[in-house]
């Protein structure tokens, strides 16, 4: 059979080879191209991505070191606890997965959804903590739907545990996530986000050497992201433990003659030949462990609603006027700058008037003090007396010497967030208010009150300045660090000043101080058989007793009754404790001396290796509630509980 083409059939026929040849060719060209772009141009891409299909890179958190009183007891330490995080591409919905979860472990499917919003441009193949510290039941119920939570992973990771819960909460602090603003800081270098840091207190005034070193595994991972094989891993390095200068039996001491007495406020107790803080407290207080593993949104709102501000650490940055405790600080300067001596004495019949006003004594009911010298005018806490002295001095004087004693300035404890008292002067006005100082002023700043103010922290260290002989230490916590071998004990920091002080003119404050506790004084509640106790008590006005008044008849709420202080420091002679109580509304200073009592007693229980005094009730204080500006109304209707 003839096969035979005619011409016109060829052609096409040639034609259509043509085009499959150079079909043919551009595919292999195609191909060519991207086989260069897939092995060559994108290598390192696409091994990348080949590799992290297949293998995972999973951090593994270092435990933060424990903190430990300076007998060695532990005060902070870590527990292990669960954390559900997600792994975005290991889904293909993240949504969907975000809201089974939430069913199923009663998370809010809504913060949820914000914490992986908030860390979106991170590497898909990170985990990110969804629910931190989860609960058995969150556990077992996000496991029972593991089918239905592709990428949802369980991590054990270490946690803080504060074991006295409220306990030294504003000296520990507490800790949280990272935040953007420290990330973007230098000393967070190789800080990796969602990693758990020191936010306050000690935690975050020594991070560096308490967030020790995370580790991390790589581990073999089949096509659902499941793990099976483990490659290598490099263990977490364990923050270094700190040994603090805080003693337990005595901080615990300090809590609980607060919780007796049922007053807020803060106290501060040191060693006053070194600084070194031995309690401190600031109330209220907050439970830490609520931040450990990530506070839920429902309880920081309500830290920050509360309308006592257990959030404030009172201790460093409440300010408030001193009263009749400033009162050696004006005894000081005037016998530093010759306008008095021990023996100067002064009529007090109640009241005294200057620049025209008159400015009364609290002890004005029972006619004044009468004729009253320095020593007795510390011990009676006579009003009249330090009106004159201030007058005498003038408030430059006064601004010198407390300063030099520790007051209207920082004390530079190694917490952060410490503020600045005030102890005016005639620059300071100037500068800030462009006015000049009138004479008058001077006067209520002469029994602490008018514009100074001061903070407990501040108040410890005048009373230690005292103590020592005109050294103002810097108040510390940290009294070692180990090193893995041992504890290596760290300096004390360099006071902050020194200034000689006759000790002559010392003495007869120091006597003065003696007879509060010791005499016929307002501070005999601080009194302890066979101690020599210094101290002072002080009642500050938070408003005028006028104002008071005023207020209760107009019915405007808010607490007004005065602020308590006691400062002190023992034994009299040779101190080797000094520090405050100061009661928010406790409305007389001797109540504040009452807690100081329980205080001092578990010292010298201790120093004389005696058993500790058991908590007090609050019947044991004895509480002195008496108000004569709180008739009628809700202030000091026998308060603080």
């Known amino acids: 059979m003839s096969t035979n083409l005619i011409p016109d059939d060829r052609r096409s026929l040639t034609v259509r080879l043509s085009v499959v040849q150079y079909l043919v060719a551009a595919i292999f060209v195609v191909l060519a191209v991207g086989f260069w772009i897939f092995q060559i141009a994108q290598h390192e891409k696409f091994r990348e991505m080949a590799e992290n299909n297949q293998l995972r890179r999973l951090p593994l958190p270092a435990p933060r070191g424990v903190l430990l009183d300076r007998n060695g007891k532990v005060l902070v330490e870590n527990q292990d606890t669960l954390n559900i995080a997600i792994v975005r591409e290991q889904t293909k919905s993240v949504g969907d997965v975000l809201h089974v979860l939430a069913a199923a472990t009663g998370a ?373 660090v180990s090193d893995g071998v041992g504890w290596k004990p760290i300096d004390p920091p360099a006071p902050q000043s020194r200034v000689t002080i006759d000790p002559d003119k010392l003495q007869a404050i120091r006597d003065g101080l003696w007879m509060v506790v010791n005499a016929a004084g307002t501070g005999g509640t601080a009194r302890i058989q066979g101690h020599d106790v210094s101290g002072k008590t002080g009642s500050a006005q938070v408003i005028s007793n006028q104002g008071r008044v005023a207020a209760q008849r107009a019915g405007k709420g808010g607490d007004l009754r005065d602020n308590g202080w006691f400062v002190f420091f023992a034994p009299r002679d040779n101190p080797t404790i000094a520090g405050v109580v100061f009661l928010e509304h406790g409305i007389h200073g001797g109540n504040a001396a009452r807690v100081a009592h329980h205080i001092l007693a578990t010292y010298f229980a201790k120093l004389d290796a005696k058993p500790l005094p058991p908590p007090p009730t609050h019947e044991d204080l004895h509480l002195d509630y008496s108000d004569p500006y709180a008739k009628g109304g809700p202030v000091g209707s026998g308060g603080g509980h």
């Not at 600031?282 to 450990?292: H, K």
């Open 108 to 480: 809010d499917e809504a913060q949820l959804r914000d914490t992986v919003n908030r860390r979106r441009r991170e590497p898909s193949y990170r985990p990110i903590v969804l629910i931190e510290n989860a609960t058995q039941e969150q556990y077992i119920a996000a496991w029972a739907r593991r089918l239905e939570l592709p990428g949802i992973i369980v991590e054990e990771v270490p946690a803080r545990r504060y074991p006295a819960q409220e306990m030294a909460a504003h000296l520990f602090g507490y800790v949280g996530e990272v935040t953007i603003a420290q990330l973007q800081r230098p000393d967070y270098d190789g800080v990796e986000p969602g990693t758990i840091v020191g936010q306050a207190g000690v935690e975050l005034a020594y991070n560096k050497m308490l967030m020790g070193s995370d580790g991390a595994k790589t581990v073999v991972v089949n096509s659902v992201g499941r793990e099976i094989k483990q490659l290598d891993m490099q263990l977490p390095t364990t923050g270094r433990p700190l040994q603090l200068t805080i003693d337990e039996d005595l901080q615990k001491a300090t809590e609980d003659g607060f919780t007796a007495a049922g007053f807020n406020g803060a106290a501060v107790v040191l060693d006053p030949s070194n600084g070194e803080v031995l309690a401190f407290t600031s109330r209220p207080a907050y439970d830490p462990n609520a931040f450990a593993a990530g506070i839920k949104p429902a309880a920081w709102n309500a830290l920050n609603a509360d309308a006592l501000k257990p959030l404030q650490n009172r201790a460093l940055q409440g300010r408030y006027s001193p009263g009749s405790t400033f009162k050696m600080a004006v005894a000081l300067a005037g016998l530093e700058e010759g306008i008095i001596t021990p023996d100067f004495k002064v009529h007090c019949a109640g009241s005294a008037t200057f620049y025209g006003r008159p400015f009364a004594c609290w002890a004005k009911k029972k006619g004044g003090h009468g004729t009253i010298d320095l020593r007795h005018a510390i011990e009676q806490s006579c009003d009249v007396y330090f009106y004159t002295v201030a007058n005498m001095l003038g408030i430059d004087k006064i601004n010198k010497w407390a300063t030099l004693l520790g007051l209207g300035v920082k004390s530079n404890i190694d917490l952060p967030n410490e503020l600045t008292g005030l102890v005016p002067s005639s620059k300071w006005k100037l500068e800030t208010k462009h006015e000049k100082w009138y004479a008058g002023e001077t006067i209520s700043v002469g029994i602490g009150q008018g514009q100074v103010s001061v903070t407990p922290v501040s108040m410890a260290v005048y009373m230690a300045t005292l103590a020592n002989g005109g050294t103002r230490v810097t108040p510390h916590l940290l009294k070692a």
